[in-house]
C-alpha cells in the first residue's frame, strides 16, 4: 500500500514506482480524484497566502481577470506573465492551480529548482487539467529539456489543455538561446506584462493582509514600514507575520514605537523597488 501522503490511479502505480516523478514537481488534485501523476496533499503544495482572493491587482487587474479564467475553466488559451520579480506571477501561478484543482488535476512546476532541470519533470502532464510552468526562462537554454516541454505543449494543445508560464521578460529575449519552435509556442500564448506595485498600493496590501489577520495597520504605520524595509513584497508580508506574532504576545496594537521594538532591524533604506 503507498504511503498515506501520495495516491495513485492502481493501473499505473508499477509503473510509477519503476521512474517516480522529482520530488520539486507539485501535482494536485481534489481528494474524490485520482490522476497518473504523483499525488500531494494541497495545503503542502502552494502557499498558504496565494488565492485569487488576496491577490492585490493594482496595475496587473486585466492579468488577473485572465488568470480567473483559465483556472475556472472558462478558456483552454495559454497565458504568459513576465515582469520583474516581486510583480506576482508566481502568487497569480499558484492560485490558478488552486483554482483548477477544485475541479480537476493542476500542476505547478517552479523551474528555478534544480530537481526541474531534467525533462523527466514534465512526464504525465499532458492530461491535466491545468499546468503552470513558474520561471521557464530558467530552462529555455537548455534543449533536451525545451524538447521536452515542446512535445507537452503540443500534446496538451491537441487536448485544448491550458499551459501557462511565468518568465522575468518578453520572450523575445531569449531568442538566441530558446529553440525556435518552443518559442513560437510560448509567443503564441496570451501575454500579460506584470508591473510592480506602487507605494501606495503597497500600503494598501500591508494594511489588508495585516486586517486578515485581526491587526490593525494603521497608513503611518505603513508608510514607516515602507520607508524601512526593502519594497519586496515576500519581505514586507514577513514583517506583517513577524508583527502578527509579536502583537499576540505583547498583547499590543501596532504603533510606531511597538514595531521599531518588534523588528529592531528596521532602519531607513535606500532600497525602493523589487530588484528585476
Known amino acids: 500500500m503507498p504511503d498515506a501522503a501520495f495516491r495513485s490511479n492502481t493501473n499505473s502505480r508499477e509503473g510509477m514506482d519503476r521512474n517516480p516523478p522529482p520530488r520539486a514537481r507539485r501535482v494536485i488534485s481534489p481528494l474524490s480524484q485520482y490522476s497518473m501523476a504523483i499525488q500531494l496533499p494541497l495545503s503542502a503544495l502552494l502557499a498558504d497566502d496565494a488565492s485569487f482572493d488576496n491577490f492585490h491587482a493594482g496595475p496587473n487587474a486585466l492579468a488577473l481577470a485572465a488568470a480567473r479564467g483559465v483556472a475556472s475553466g472558462d478558456a483552454a488559451t495559454g497565458l504568459l506573465f513576465h515582469g520583474p520579480s516581486g510583480s506576482g506571477k508566481s502568487h497569480l501561478l499558484q492560485s490558478m492551480v488552486r483554482e483548477a484543482a477544485r475541479r480537476g488535476t493542476a500542476a505547478y512546476l517552479p523551474l528555478a529548482e534544480p530537481d526541474l532541470a531534467q525533462p523527466e519533470a514534465l512526464a504525465g502532464l499532458e492530461e491535466l487539467s491545468l499546468v503552470a510552468l513558474d520561471d521557464v526562462d530558467q530552462r529555455l537554454g537548455q534543449r533536451a529539456w525545451a524538447l521536452a516541454a515542446l512535445r ?43 508591473k510592480l506595485l506602487n507605494d501606495g498600493e503597497l500600503s494598501l496590501l500591508l494594511q489588508d493582509r495585516a486586517a486578515r489577520r485581526g491587526l490593525q495597520l494603521s497608513s503611518e504605520v505603513a508608510e514607516f514600514l515602507l520607508r524601512r524595509l526593502p519594497r519586496r513584497v515576500s519581505t514586507l508580508m514577513a514583517a506583517i507575520e513577524t508583527l502578527d506574532r509579536a502583537a499576540l504576545t505583547a498583547q499590543r496594537r501596532l504603533t510606531i514605537p511597538f514595531v521599531q521594538q518588534a523588528l529592531p532591524a528596521l532602519e531607513p533604506t535606500a532600497v525602493r523597488t523589487e530588484p528585476g
Do not use: H, K, N
Open 152 to 194: 507537452l505543449l503540443d500534446q496538451r494543445r491537441a487536448r485544448g489543455l491550458a499551459l501557462v508560464y511565468s518568465m522575468s521578460s518578453g520572450p523575445e529575449r531569449f531568442g538566441q538561446s530558446a529553440l525556435p519552435d518552443l518559442l513560437t509556442r510560448i509567443q503564441a500564448a496570451a501575454r500579460y506584462s506584470m
